[in-house]
C-alpha cells in the first residue's frame, strides 16, 4: 500500500508504524522536524520503500533500520547527524546534504 504524506509539518508520529500495510511511505518535501522514530525498525510489516527526503529532520539514522531489508531508502537533505548505520550498503544520495552524518558511503567519523 502506498502512503504518501503531504503537506504536514511537526514530528513524524511513532503511531504511524502501527498501521496493518506499509509498502512505500514517501513523504518528502514536508517540514518534518524531530527525529526518525525508532519505532520504525519494529516494523512487523513490509516497508521496503522509506523515503524521507528534503525534510528537517534532525538526530541520527536509528540503528533499528539495519532490521529492515529496503529495497529504497532516502534520507537526504535533512539535518540528520552521527554515524551511518549498518543498512544494505546504499550510494552517497541517500544521505547526501545531511548536517553532519558521517561513514560509509561519506566520509569516515572523526
Given amino acids: 500500500m ?7 509539518t511537526g514530528q513524524i508520529p511513532s503511531t504511524i ?27 512487523q510489516t513490509e516497508l521496503p520503500y ?8 534532525s538526530g541520527s539514522i536509528p540503528k533499528s533500520l539495519g532490521n529492515i531489508d529496503f529495497q529504497s531508502f532516502n534520507v537526504s537533505y535533512n539535518r540528520l547527524c552521527g554515524l551511518i548505520p ?3 550498503g546504499f550510494d552517497y544520495y541517500t544521505y547526501f ?4 552524518l558521517c561513514g560509509a558511503p561519506l566520509d ?3
Fill in 97 to 100: 546534504h545531511n548536517k553532519c
Fill in 17 to 43: 508504524t502501527k498501521l496493518n500495510t506499509f509498502f512505500f511511505l514517501t513523504s518528502t518535501f514536508n517540514v518534518h522536524l524531530g527525529t526518525i522514530p525508532e519505532s520504525f525498525g519494529s516494523l
Fill in 50 to 57: 522509506l523515503i524521507l527526503s528534503h525534510n528537517q529532520l
Fill in 2 to 8: 502506498l502512503h504518501k504524506i503531504t503537506n504536514i
Fill in 86 to 88: 549498518s543498512l544494505q
Fill in 108 to 110: 569516515s567519523c572523526k
